[in-house]
């Protein structure tokens, strides 16, 4: 039986090990911490509508219902060309490799000012843990937003930044005390949210002013600051909690590795997921560099898509058959943007761009789809064919 290695606990390298195992592989996962963290609902862990533990899908849990071996470790450096890989702890060996443990972030000047929610998951609690501060005080300045990768216009997740500022403004008019404050979205681009569409980039519009948030647009961000954001022409936006998804960029462990990289070190790969000038390594999810259309996005969707065509891509290379999957036919933009009393359906694909608002019922449904993604990854209910 054939080893496959699977490096990267999030949504890529787990749905890849769950399909690999279904493929009759030997596979081992190899993640740095022991749970997959549901990064689409820990959105609402600032707001306290859920725990961090909800979140969270212990990997040990994942790989006993699956039965995949599971490594807690953290992986230091990959040889591609000795089918090698070393960990902190221990080395390894396989026949494939398939890479899937994200990216990396950008650093801009004074990041240590600011806390995302699409970091670290301490981070979530961070920030969580600012929102009482100024709770407690009743008013304040909160400014949201989000950067981009001019080298790389995948490496960017702005959805996260608009769904925290909603919940947030939901929580506040919630308490009664929304006047009291001044909520800011920012991002260096003229118009951020661009890839959803004209349509979706008008109704946001109609959401900014109907909520009154106010807007920073089109200004490149110079520095952060503890009380504020300084732009490019040194002006600034005071600021008593920021909140910044900072652009993604190449995971660190990749430019010590033997495998090709775009100019913004991501890995790169055919439509079949396959590293170039490799046989035997497959890369997928945010470590990857993908092509299509330039609306094209990363999403969890789209990571998982690409894992089960790499499970059915090896297997036709082990049993010579000639039909392999790709994963450009799948490229959209698909989400349901949570607000805390609702919600809008965002979908766009090649022919079509549509954002649909879907009051009250909209939130409840993204909540129904977190429980059915855990539900269905620890095999207590069925999957649905394409979720």
Known sequence: MKRVLVLGGGFAGVEASIFLKKEGFDVTLVSNRDYLYIYPISIWIPTREVKPEDVELSLT???????????????SKIEAKKRKVYLKNSDLNYDYLVV??????????????????????????????????????????????????????TAIRGGP????????????????????FELTFFAPMPKPGAKMGEKALKMMEVFFTKLDIKKHFGKKIKEFQTDGVIFEDDSKLDSDFIMF?????GHPILKESDLPLTEAGFIKIDDYCQVE???DVFAIGDVSYIEGPEWRAKQGHIAEVMARNTAYNIKSIETNR?????????????????????????????????????????????????????LSKRGKIPRIWGL
């Not at 947030?168 to 308490?175: D, E, G, P, S």
């Not at 998804?245 to 960029?249: F, Q, R, S, T």
């Not at 039909?323 to 919600?343: F, P, Q, T, V």
Request: aromatic letters at 8%; proline letters at 4%; one cysteine or more.
């Open 61 to 75: 849990e994942l790989s006993q219902t699956h039965k995949f071996d599971l490594i807690i470790d953290e992986v």
């Open 100 to 153: 899937a443990i994200g990216s990396g972030k950008a650093k801009p000047k004074g990041s240590e000012n600011f806390l995302s929610i699409c970091g670290a998951p301490e981070e979530a609690v961070g920030i969580r843990a600012q929102i009482d501060g100024l709770l407690q005080k009743k008013k304040g300045k909160i400014t949201i937003g989000f950067g981009g990768n001019p080298k790389d216009k």
């Open 161 to 180: 930044a608009f769904e925290v500022m909603f919940n947030i403004h939901h929580l506040l008019k919630q308490k009664g005390i929304r006047k009291n």
């Open 245 to 249: 998804i900072p652009a993604n960029a």
């Open 277 to 279: 000038g490799f046989s």
């Open 322 to 374: 000639d039909k392999k999957k790709g994963y450009k036919e799948h490229l959209n933009i698909l989400c349901i943007m949570d607000s805390g009393d609702g919600a809008a359906f965002v979908y766009r694909d090649t022919k079509r761009g549509m954002m649909i608002p879907m009051p009250i019922v909209g939130h409840w449904i993204k909540k129904l789809w977190g429980s059915y993604y855990k």
